[in-house]
């Protein structure tokens, strides 16, 4: 009975604290950024060969299951990708109004189709051009790489 008495007051306090604002339940914001973080963005890389796409694909663990057929990199630091999400809203390709465009430094890794998991090979394509990402939060930050 008395575990009853501590699990609703605990559960009250708690309803009440998100009332206020004042603890959000952001989890799954910060899995889509860490999982955008991991998948996309390396400031330190310099990228544009097929051994850089093969070795950062199996590293950044997108070759364990099946091999991702393609993926983007940007190298610029952080805060430079951040700032897009400062940018005005455009229309994703999902119909939603999250997205948001700039202009980086990437390199394209395309999967050559003649590869089987773990053991995934890509063609790299470096190139300076427009990306369109999602963003959410507040202060938003990027979830998820449009194209």
């Known amino acids: 009975m008395a575990l009853q008495k501590t699990h609703s007051l605990l559960l009250l306090v708690l309803l009440t604290l998100l009332g206020l604002g004042l603890v959000q339940p952001s989890y ?5 950024y860490q999982r955008f973080l991991r998948q996309h963005v ?18 950044r663990k997108m070759t364990s299951y099946q091999c991702k057929y393609f993926n983007t990199f940007i190298h610029e630091d952080i805060w430079k990708i951040q700032s897009i ?3 005005t809203s455009i229309q ?7 997205c948001h465009e700039g202009v ?17 090979r890509y063609r790299a394509t470096a190139s300076t051009r427009r990306v369109v990402i999602a963003c959410e939060g507040n202060p938003e930050v990027p979830v998820h790489f449009d194209k």
């Open 104 to 120: 980086v430094k990437v390199t394209d890794c395309r999967e050559t189709g003649s590869s089987r998991a773990p053991n995934c």
């Open 42 to 59: 390396d400031p330190a890389g310099k990228g544009g060969s097929d051994s850089y796409c093969n070795v950062m694909m199996q590293r």
């Open 28 to 32: 799954g914001q910060s899995y889509m």
């Open 92 to 98: 994703c390709k999902n119909g939603k109004m999250n």
């Open 85 to 87: 999400c400062s940018t």
